[in-house]
């Protein structure tokens, strides 16, 4: 398998433009997460889905972020309008619920947002 | 409030000497446990993880971690570190209720090798 795919690897835009990340999930997972990793802040959960569903958004930091999933094989997490403080690396990761209930999680390489 | 506290942010070795990264939980409720490792550049793996059964759990790489429930820890340990064992590594704790289902991710320490 490919792994988690994540697309742009970088991304450099101005304030106040869209941004928009995309995730491929490795196939027959069943969640699907979205975090965010900076230096002072860690690595944030933003959102999750169980079956393409969403499930806890309260990581989200505010309306700007919104996620979607509207297929088993493709995530998005769109910023609108970006600002310098999105800056960060964004992280998807997917995972099968097993019979124990310890999913191990499987990230992708991130995406490097850069908001100038 | 469920947390993961990861009490040391840096742990600087030398090579070939031996580690314990800890970690140390909260939740009144049964977990599952993780370590994960980031090298530079990369996304996370896993690196070992505790479900039930024996406490000492064997990973790859030649890490291993224990599981005390009375002290509510999961340290990481590894007898003899490698220069590409030069990295971050995060705890994790999954807590799973019937109404709540969420993995915590602790703040990281960050490993470095000196040979």
């Known amino acids: 398998d490919a792994g988690v795919i994540q697309s742009p690897r970088h991304e450099v835009t101005e304030m106040g433009q869209e941004v928009t990340l995309r995730c491929k999930p490795i196939?027959?997972?069943?969640?699907l997460f979205w975090y965010r990793q900076t230096m002072m802040r860690g690595l944030e959960l933003l959102i999750y889905?169980?079956?393409?569903?969403?499930?806890?958004d309260s990581g989200m930091p505010e309306d700007r972020f919104s996620a979607k999933m509207p297929n088993a094989s493709f995530s998005t997490l769109k910023i609108q309008p970006s600002e310098p403080r999105d800056s960060a690396v964004y992280f998807c990761?997917?995972?099968?619920?097993?019979?124990?209930?310890?999913?191990?999680?499987?990230f992708g390489p991130g995406t490097r947002l850069t908001v100038l | 409030a469920q947390s993961v506290t990861q009490l040391d942010s840096q742990v600087p070795v030398f090579e070939e000497a031996p580690v314990e990264l800890r970690c140390n939980y909260s939740?009144?409720?049964?977990?599952?446990l993780f370590w994960y490792v980031q090298y530079p550049n990369q996304g996370l793996q896993l690196l070992l993880k505790?479900?039930?059964?024996?406490?000492l759990v064997k990973g790859i790489n030649g890490f291993e971690a224990e599981f005390n429930k009375s002290q509510t820890s999961f340290h990481l340990r590894k007898p003899s570190v490698h220069i590409s064992d030069t990295a971050e590594y995060f705890c994790?704790?999954?807590?799973?209720?019937?109404?709540?289902?969420?993995?915590?991710f602790g703040p990281g320490t960050s490993l470095s090798v000196i040979p």
């Open positions: 990761a997917s995972s099968l619920e097993d019979r124990e209930g310890a999913d191990t999680q499987y």
């Open positions: 196939s027959g997972h069943d969640y």
């Open positions: 889905f169980n079956n393409n569903v969403p499930i806890d």
């Open positions: 939740s009144s409720v049964s977990v599952y």
């Open positions: 505790y479900l039930s059964g024996s406490t």
């Open positions: 994790a704790v999954r807590i799973k209720k019937t109404s709540y289902d969420k993995v915590i």
